[in-house]
């Protein structure tokens, strides 16, 4: 039986309700796919898709909830009531979100917290590689107030970030005191700057394998769409195959493996990413990341690759479905994940002093004109998603330079 058929007859029994802050991040899925439910904020997206399906149900806050909050209501108890046999499943796992499900009988899918809680702190992680450690840049570990300024830039990470966010870019003795006077006695870990194109992607950990899901350049820092050095804004999965060479592929393969299988051993199951970058002056190919969690480019990646097997009749899987099936213990017979999509997002972000809320439909509008697929999010807070681009062609050229489809949605936003 081929993979989706194999997961759709599991789900009549063990149906999943996924509870998710931001109802895209559950899309990996045909929404009407029987057992499969999703609990999210009633935003204006979520609401009109909400209309036409059933099986999602929308919690109406004056605040947008998080998923531990959502977890928490009376009438996502009610909803859940009625769902014969419910699995839990979430976008990130925590300790509160365990709690919760732990405290009200639910039956949480993802793998315990305590492993993601090791593996992605930058103090931590290094203990936890041991000797996969060598993948890393060359890094040493002090307080803020030990740092000394060597005349030459650097990277600065706390042991805990997001997107970027805990990241910095230390290029001169005056930024290095202000870190050191606001955080004398935090820890650090600093590496040497490397210039070159970031690589990641989305993989998962069976009981007998780790499916590897497709490499995407990693867009990072651009203007108008962040006004963060470091953060995180899009993918694309067009240019990576361009980019990269048959040894560095080569040599991140070996590094997802080798991960993978560690986390498989301390009891990890499903989705994990990996973040590494290529340093312009040698080749050589870094690991920087670790992501125990559905990273966030995995539902567009599952709907590229369905965009790309829609004519194949074959046994071959998305990366959502692999992620859905490892946590329902469903091991396939046959087929692989579908590589070798076309295709990119990125984000529009809030920054620090303009929001672009106002505007949001009419950029919407203007984009979707153009062929794009936008979704558009309700935050305030700055570094969070304003507008979400998709696009079924890549619109990289190069490192940090935009294709013509690019430049679309540059001279839209700009």
Same mark, same amino acid.
């Given at each position: 039986?081929?993979?989706?058929?194999?997961?759709?007859? +599991?789900?009549?029994?063990?149906?999943?309700?996924?509870?998710?802050?931001?109802?895209?991040?559950?899309?990996?899925?045909?929404?009407?796919?029987?057992?499969?439910?999703?609990?999210?904020?009633?935003?204006?997206? +979520?609401?009109?898709?909400?209309?036409?399906?059933?099986?999602?149900?929308?919690?109406?806050?004056?605040?947008?909830?998080?998923?531990?909050?959502?977890?928490? &209501?009376?009438?996502? $108890?009610?909803?859940?009531?009625?769902?014969?046999?419910? %699995?839990?499943?979430?976008?990130? %796992?925590?300790?509160?979100?365990?709690?919760?499900?732990?405290?009200?009988?639910?039956?949480?899918?993802?793998?315990?917290?305590?492993?993601?809680?090791?593996?992605?702190?930058?103090?931590?992680?290094?203990?936890?590689?041991?000797?996969?450690?060598?993948?890393?840049?060359?890094?040493?570990?002090?307080?803020?107030?030990?740092?000394?300024?060597?005349?030459?830039?650097?990277?600065?990470?706390?042991?805990?970030?997001?997107?970027?966010?805990?990241?910095?870019?230390?290029?001169?003795?005056?930024?290095?005191?202000?870190?050191? %006077? $606001?955080?004398?006695?935090?820890? +650090? &870990?600093?590496?040497?700057?490397?210039?070159?194109?970031?690589?990641?992607?989305?993989?998962?950990?069976?009981?007998?394998?780790?499916?590897?899901?497709?490499?995407?350049?990693?867009?990072?820092?651009?203007?108008?769409?962040?006004?963060?050095?470091?953060?995180?804004?899009?993918?694309?999965?067009?240019?990576? $195959?361009?980019?990269?060479?048959?040894?560095?592929?080569?040599?991140?393969?070996?590094?997802?493996?080798?991960?993978?299988?560690?986390? &498989?051993?301390?009891?990890?199951?499903?989705?994990?990413?990996?973040?590494?970058?290529?340093?312009?002056?040698?080749?050589?190919?870094?690991?920087?990341?670790?992501?125990?969690?559905?990273?966030?480019?995995?539902?567009?990646?599952?709907?590229?690759?369905?965009?790309?097997?829609?004519?194949?009749?074959?046994?071959?899987?998305?990366?959502?479905?692999?992620?859905?099936?490892?946590?329902?213990?469903?091991?396939?017979?046959?087929?692989?994940?579908?590589?070798?999509?076309?295709?990119?997002?990125?984000?529009?972000?809030?920054?620090?002093?303009?929001?672009?809320?106002?505007?949001?439909?009419?950029? +919407?509008?203007?984009?979707?004109?153009?062929?794009?697929?936008?979704?558009?999010?309700?935050?305030?807070?700055?570094?969070?998603?304003?507008? &979400?681009?998709?696009?079924?062609?890549?619109?990289?050229?190069?490192?940090?330079?935009?294709?013509?489809?690019?430049?679309?949605?540059?001279?839209?936003?700009?």
């Amino acid at each position: 039986m081929q993979p989706m058929n194999l997961l759709k007859q +599991a789900l009549k029994s063990t149906p999943i309700v996924y509870v998710t802050r931001d109802i895209e991040r559950a899309f990996g899925l045909p929404l009407d796919t029987r057992g499969y439910f999703i609990i999210s904020n009633a935003s204006d997206f +979520a609401k009109g898709l909400a209309l036409l399906h059933d099986n999602i149900f929308l919690v109406d806050s004056v605040e947008k909830l998080d998923t531990g909050e959502l977890l928490e &209501r009376e009438e996502t $108890k009610e909803f859940l009531n009625n769902i014969g046999n419910p %699995n839990i499943l979430v976008f990130k %796992n925590t300790k509160q979100i365990e709690r919760v499900c732990k405290n009200k009988g639910w039956k949480l899918l993802n793998p315990p917290a305590f492993i993601s809680d090791t593996v992605e702190p930058k103090m931590s992680q290094i203990e936890w590689l041991g000797d996969l450690a060598i993948y890393l840049p060359s890094y040493t570990v002090l307080t803020c107030e030990k740092i000394e300024w060597n005349r030459k830039p650097f990277v600065l990470q706390f042991n805990h970030s997001h997107t970027g966010s805990g990241t910095m870019l230390i290029d001169s003795p005056e930024n290095l005191k202000i870190i050191k %006077n $606001k955080f004398p006695k935090r820890e +650090a &870990r600093i590496a040497n700057y490397i210039e070159g194109p970031l690589y990641t992607n989305n993989n998962c950990v069976f009981e007998d394998r780790i499916a590897i899901g497709n490499i995407s350049y990693q867009i990072t820092g651009l203007l108008p769409f962040t006004d963060r050095e470091f953060a995180t804004i899009g993918n694309d999965w067009s240019l990576s $195959k361009n980019l990269m060479t048959k040894d560095q592929k080569s040599k991140y393969i070996e590094i997802v493996k080798m991960v993978g299988k560690k986390l &498989r051993k301390d009891g990890w199951i499903g989705l994990f990413g990996i973040d590494t970058i290529v340093d312009n002056s040698t080749g050589k190919l870094y690991l920087l990341e670790i992501n125990c969690r559905q990273p966030s480019s995995t539902s567009f990646e599952a709907k590229l690759q369905k965009i790309k097997n829609k004519n194949l009749k074959n046994a071959n899987y998305t990366i959502f479905e692999a992620h859905l099936s490892s946590l329902l213990g469903i091991n396939f017979d046959d087929g692989e994940l579908i590589d070798n999509i076309e295709g990119a997002q990125i984000i529009y972000r809030n920054k620090k002093n303009k929001s672009l809320t106002l505007d949001q439909k009419n950029y +919407a509008d203007s984009l979707e004109e153009e062929g794009f697929n936008v979704i558009i999010y309700q935050n305030t807070k700055p570094g969070s998603d304003l507008l &979400r681009i998709q696009s079924t062609e890549g619109i990289m050229a190069n490192q940090n330079e935009f294709n013509e489809n690019g430049k679309k949605i540059l001279n839209i936003l700009s």
